[in-house]
């Protein structure tokens, strides 16, 4: 199914200059050293396999012995904004090693490992192409998930920091199995929470490999938490299943899990849950979000069809006739999280009247 709801390839936005000033005002946008395409200079590679000898679609670069150093303190400059304060005193305590560059979807990022000498501790950052639409989703990300997340855009270049967690078709795979009724039925609410919020937000192509299973010890048991990892599909495609990670195949084995283990009542309260916590990250977002949907209702970050296809999928599915006079993937965006914001605040004047 997968392949059948994804375009074969999405096209690379460049940031405009409204959201290039929305960068600046809220710290997103600093002067690196070092640029994405100074990283494709690399003189050769090998393949990256896995412990167990697989190809991970990774290749590990290397380069020329005058261009190395250059890179390497540029990188250690980049993780210090990243990471720290920008201080250069700590460079003789970091080391990169290694910088890997992955040929497999549509950002071809690399990956840059940074470990700290003193104690062998180590932390990876992405370099990316800057891309309208992925800059959106890491921003909705911030502010109205659980979440937060750190990058730093300059010019054509973006920088993200690595999140952590078991990537979700390994944990499916290798973990799940184990897992007691418990956590099985934990799980279970989590995958149901996690698809409500992709929904609302139109984040698409949730599938397992795009996002992480973060295990958290309470009291005497250990919960899970799923947290995107890639924000490459924010409110492009114009099929609203994209946005819906239960119809990716990568995820039947939970989504089955969900329909053996959840009643339909249950199913109901969690996503209720789920879209009065959006509805107040809304509210208390502030200038902020209001800002950055004024960015991206102007801007264009899908096509027109996408963007015809998606708005008369979602009126169909809400009945809301502002969907209908959308022009761009902003707009839709917007008048999703008022349709959310709205029932909530009808919800609630209910209550109060009573």
Not at 76 to 101: C, R, W
Not at 151 to 178: A, C, Q, R
Request: hydrophobic share 35%; net charge positive; aromatic share 12%.
């Amino acid at each position: 199914m997968s392949d059948k709801l994804m375009s074969k390839k999405k096209p690379s936005y460049p940031i405009t200059e409204a959201l290039g000033e929305y960068l600046e005002r809220y710290k997103r946008a600093t002067k690196i050293p070092i640029f994405y395409d100074d990283l494709l200079r690399f003189s050769g590679s090998v393949v990256v396999y896995d412990e167990n000898d697989e190809d991970t679609l990774w290749i590990r670069v290397y380069y020329s012995d005058f261009e190395r150093e250059d890179i390497d303190n540029s990188l250690k400059k980049v993780y210090t904004l990243i990471y720290s304060d920008g201080n250069e005193d700590i460079f003789q305590y970091l080391n990169i090693d290694a910088i890997d560059y992955c040929t497999f979807g549509n950002s071809k990022p690399f990956r840059v490992k940074v470990r700290n000498i003193l104690n062998d501790n180590y932390t990876y950052m992405y370099v990316k192409k800057a891309d309208a639409s992925r800059v959106y989703g890491l921003e909705l990300e911030h502010i109205l998930s659980p979440n937060r997340i750190s990058f730093v855009v300059y010019k054509d270049t973006l920088i993200e920091e690595h999140i952590s967690g078991i990537p979700g078709d390994v944990f499916i795979k290798e973990m799940l199995p184990n897992c007691t009724d418990i956590q099985k039925n934990q799980i279970c609410k989590e995958f149901v929470k996690f698809n409500e919020r992709c929904t609302i937000r139109l984040l698409g192509d949730m599938r397992s490999y795009n996002y992480v299973v973060l295990p958290m010890h309470d009291f005497d048991n250990v919960i899970f938490k799923i947290r995107a990892i890639d924000f490459d599909q924010q409110s492009y495609e114009g099929k609203f299943k994209v946005y819906k990670p239960q119809f990716f195949k990568e995820n039947y084995t939970i989504v089955k899990m969900v329909q053996d283990r959840l009643k339909p009542a249950s199913i109901e309260q969690y996503k209720k849950e789920e879209r009065s916590l959006l509805a107040r990250r809304i509210l208390s977002s502030g200038k902020r979000l209001k800002m950055l949907l004024r960015c991206m209702n102007k801007d264009s970050v899908s096509s027109k069809a996408n963007v015809r296809q998606l708005r008369e999928e979602l009126y169909e599915y809400t009945m809301d006739m502002k969907f209908k006079r959308c022009r761009t993937m902003g707009q839709v965006v917007r008048v999703a999280l008022e349709f959310v914001k709205r029932n909530y605040e009808d919800v609630n004047m209910k209550q109060l009247i009573k």
